[in-house]
């Protein structure tokens, strides 16, 4: 049977979320301390823990068939890499950042001048849709320093709070693309391998389903059930099921967590009580 090769970053939050997912979905990796690879028990899977940088060429080579790797990364360094599923996570921006004292009032103002970058293809291709050019300074690593120590007017890279921003009298100027984790596939799987990411992407999807989801029950008078039903929605239909009390019944949903409360206070004022709120495992489809 063939086990299906994944590139993982080997080390930071973007690899403890990538773990997590795989747990998520019910595999099991043996992986010690420093191994640069493990297999799963119970699923045709072999993790390679590698550098972030490295993954987009280990994918466009086929030494690994999927990779997840964060949106920003392939957007440098693998724009015909097929990405098959955002993830959710390490969500961050690709953004333009100068000192806080620098006059800025539009890109305009950046042409000519340094910028100091991890992503030069990124920095090339943004300020060029601008018909811009400017002199780029390639830095691996602590990008934000470069224009305190005078190596750069500005930088590009990513942002995720803006704290290492402000720690460095930065201010974000441009938000050159949003970006967050991704499954991304090899050009040159099998069928046999596809069939197994097929597998590993149903599991997934069904993971960030029940993420994005919470359960809901609440006891509702009959004769508000079909104004509860036109508030919640739903996969096809409520349960509703009847309680001992006459007149009542239990109703039975799913709502998404990023309109929770907006319909916590619909369901009062339409009626519902008693209202309990559940995580979801997962939800399949």
Same mark, same amino acid.
């Given at each position: 049977?063939?086990?299906?090769?994944?590139?993982? #970053?080997?080390?930071?939050?973007?690899?403890?979320?990538?773990?997590?997912? &795989?747990?998520?979905?019910?595999?099991?990796?043996?992986?010690?301390?420093? #191994?640069?690879?493990?297999?799963?028990?119970?699923?045709?899977?072999?993790?390679?823990?590698?550098?972030?940088?490295?993954?987009? #060429?280990?994918?466009?080579?086929?030494?690994?068939?999927?990779?997840?790797?964060?949106?920003?990364?392939?957007?440098?360094?693998?724009?015909?890499?097929?990405?098959?599923?955002?993830?959710?996570?390490?969500?961050?921006?690709?953004?333009?950042?100068?000192?806080?004292?620098?006059?800025?009032?539009?890109?305009?103002?950046?042409?000519?001048?340094?910028?100091?970058?991890?992503?030069?293809?990124?920095?090339?291709?943004?300020?060029?849709?601008?018909?811009?050019?400017?002199?780029?300074?390639?830095?691996?690593?602590?990008?934000?320093?470069?224009?305190?120590?005078?190596?750069?007017?500005?930088?590009?890279?990513?942002?995720?709070?803006?704290?290492?921003?402000?720690?460095?009298?930065?201010?974000?100027?441009?938000?050159?693309?949003?970006?967050?984790?991704?499954?991304?596939?090899?050009?040159?799987?099998?069928?046999?391998?596809?069939?197994?990411?097929?597998?590993?992407?149903?599991?997934?999807?069904?993971?960030?389903?029940?993420?994005?989801?919470?359960?809901?029950?609440?006891?509702?008078?009959?004769?508000?059930?079909?104004?509860?039903?036109?508030?919640?929605?739903?996969?096809?239909?409520?349960?509703?099921?009847? &309680?001992?009390?006459?007149?009542?019944?239990?109703?039975?949903?799913?709502?998404?967590?990023?309109?929770?409360?907006?319909?916590?206070?619909?369901?009062?004022?339409?009626?519902?009580?008693?209202?309990?709120?559940?995580?979801?495992?997962?939800?399949?489809?």
């Amino acid at each position: 049977m063939s086990t299906l090769k994944i590139a993982i #970053q080997k080390s930071g939050r973007l690899n403890e979320e990538s773990i997590q997912i &795989l747990k998520d979905c019910g595999i099991s990796i043996n992986n010690g301390n420093d #191994q640069l690879k493990a297999e799963a028990t119970n699923f045709p899977l072999e993790v390679l823990y590698l550098r972030n940088s490295d993954i987009p #060429q280990y994918l466009i080579d086929g030494v690994v068939d999927i990779a997840i790797v964060g949106d920003n990364l392939l957007v440098e360094k693998g724009k015909d890499i097929k990405v098959i599923q955002k993830l959710g996570f390490s969500k961050c921006k690709v953004s333009v950042a100068v000192p806080k004292t620098f006059q800025y009032n539009s890109i305009k103002d950046l042409e000519g001048l340094r910028v100091a970058t991890s992503y030069p293809n990124t920095v090339i291709d943004y300020f060029g849709s601008f018909g811009m050019k400017v002199d780029i300074h390639q830095i691996s690593g602590s990008v934000e320093i470069a224009p305190n120590i005078g190596l750069a007017d500005a930088i590009v890279d990513i942002v995720s709070s803006g704290s290492t921003l402000f720690k460095n009298n930065l201010k974000e100027v441009e938000v050159i693309f949003k970006s967050e984790a991704v499954l991304a596939v090899s050009p040159n799987v099998t069928p046999a391998t596809q069939k197994i990411i097929d597998t590993l992407q149903f599991r997934i999807e069904s993971v960030l389903r029940a993420r994005k989801s919470k359960y809901i029950l609440m006891n509702v008078p009959n004769d508000k059930i079909e104004a509860i039903g036109k508030i919640l929605p739903v996969l096809k239909s409520l349960t509703v099921m009847p &309680l001992a009390e006459e007149g009542w019944s239990s109703v039975h949903s799913v709502i998404d967590k990023d309109t929770f409360w907006d319909v916590i206070d619909q369901l009062k004022e339409a009626g519902a009580e008693g209202i309990l709120v559940c995580p979801i495992e997962k939800m399949v489809l």
